[in-house]
């Protein structure tokens, strides 16, 4: 696996191109399960991982898949080897209610309590990757980015990034740091499928977000970029967001390219993310090691230049009725996952799709599943 830098002119990282997300370790996918995942990822080459604070609210308690990699890393001797990026924000401060109205939010005592407690899950000495997990509205920005840049400064993190935020807030926040230590990463959620453009919906990769990372030499990094198993298993329904006439356009063309690499989607999809002039970094989360090796391979695929620029122009062709989508595919998918050379490995529970957000934290919508 290729291995990328995160550098904000004060701190450096080096971490391989592919970042696990560890979302559902502890609960929906066993502690056994994921200490064997970790250990193929980590064979691989793989040396970044992605955490947060509240994983595991939903179905039990918050900070499970920080426990189980600080255990995974302690068993296998690999603290302090390992880039952990987790987060802050979205914790209950209600146990056994997980919904957002009780969330920590983005106060300074919040954040600087729970580096301290994410310290302790991942026994770990600094977070190598703080990421503020939402955009809290209720809080003066100020604070915030004060309590952050001091952990970063105390070297109780290294780098910092925002999740789950809208574009200018993000800058607005780097320009509040006056020179002291601030976001260098954006982790929002993206695809190879364009979202159906919605108002209330600030999370995602967008052509500004792009703009801003080149400029500022940010590092952006793409969750959710399987669509939780859609583009594999045709028994999972694309999130609504994502099913609309220019993705089905795009699903064809999708699947006409890995049909003729011998690949299955969703290493076409990883593929795209990884390649460019300016990659993002995927976070997959897999629930099996069969699915992590098919990940994995995602790293060796080439994408020539004529691929890349039909994936790129796909979704220009949809305002033509009779554009691929309508070529002997159901919502783009073919009618068959053999037809196109996918190999899928499906556990029955989907991830549940996005759902709009609300009010004073704002957006929101994946960071605590
Ligand atoms: N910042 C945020 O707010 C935020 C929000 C969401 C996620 N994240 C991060 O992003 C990570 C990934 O999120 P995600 O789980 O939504 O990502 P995803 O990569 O879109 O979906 C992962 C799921 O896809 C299915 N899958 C993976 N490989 C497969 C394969 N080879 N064949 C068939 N199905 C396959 C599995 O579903 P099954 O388990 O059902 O088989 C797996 O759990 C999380 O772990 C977390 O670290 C961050």
């Known amino acids: 696996m290729r291995t990328r830098t995160l550098n904000d002119g004060r701190v450096s990282l080096q971490v391989s191109e592919l970042c696990l997300g560890t979302m559902y370790f502890g609960y929906r996918t066993p502690e056994d399960v994921a200490f064997a995942i970790l250990d193929r990822f980590r064979d691989a080459g793989g040396t970044f991982l992605d955490t947060a604070n509240n994983y595991g609210q939903w179905h039990g308690e918050a900070g499970m898949s920080e426990r189980v990699i600080g255990r995974w890393m302690k068993s296998r001797g690999v603290t302090g080897q390992m880039v952990i990026a987790t987060k802050v924000g979205a914790r209950t401060t209600v146990p056994g209610d997980p919904d957002m109205r009780h969330w920590q939010g983005l106060g300074g005592q919040a954040i600087r309590a729970d580096a301290d407690a994410s310290r302790r899950n991942l026994g770990v000495d600094r977070l190598d990757l703080y990421y503020a997990h939402i ?10 980015v004060d309590a952050l840049a001091g952990l970063a400064e105390r070297d109780t993190v290294g780098l910092l990034g925002a999740s789950n935020t809208a574009t200018w807030r993000i800058e607005r926040a780097r320009g509040l740091a006056h020179g002291r230590p601030s976001y260098s990463c954006v982790q929002q959620q993206h ?25 500022e030499n940010l590092t952006l990094l793409a969750y959710s970029p399987l669509l939780g198993g859609a583009y594999s298993d045709a028994g999972k329904p694309l999130p609504a967001a994502y099913d609309h006439p220019t993705a089905q356009v795009r699903l064809a063309v999708l699947y006409e390219v890995a049909a003729e690499l011998g690949a299955s989607a969703n290493q076409v999809v990883l593929a795209w993310l990884l390649s460019g002039d300016r990659p993002v970094i995927p976070i997959p989360g897999a629930s099996s090691v069969a699915q992590l090796d098919e990940i994995i391979a995602a790293t060796e695929l080439k994408l020539d230049d004529a691929q890349l620029a039909r994936l790129a122009g796909a979704g220009a062709l949809a305002s033509s009725p009779s554009g691929p989508a309508g070529r002997g595919s159901r919502n783009g998918r073919p009618r068959s996952r053999a037809s196109a050379g996918v190999k899928t490995h499906h556990s029955s529970s989907p991830t549940p799709p996005p759902t709009s957000a609300p009010s004073t934290v704002s957006l929101s919508q994946c960071a605590a599943r």
Do not use: F, M, V
């Open 135 to 144: 955009d809290d509205r209720s809080t003066p920005l100020e604070e915030t």
């Open 191 to 215: 695809t190879y499928l364009p979202a159906q453009p919605d108002p209330g919906q600030l999370n995602l990769i967008t052509e500004e977000l792009k703009d801003l990372a080149a400029a």
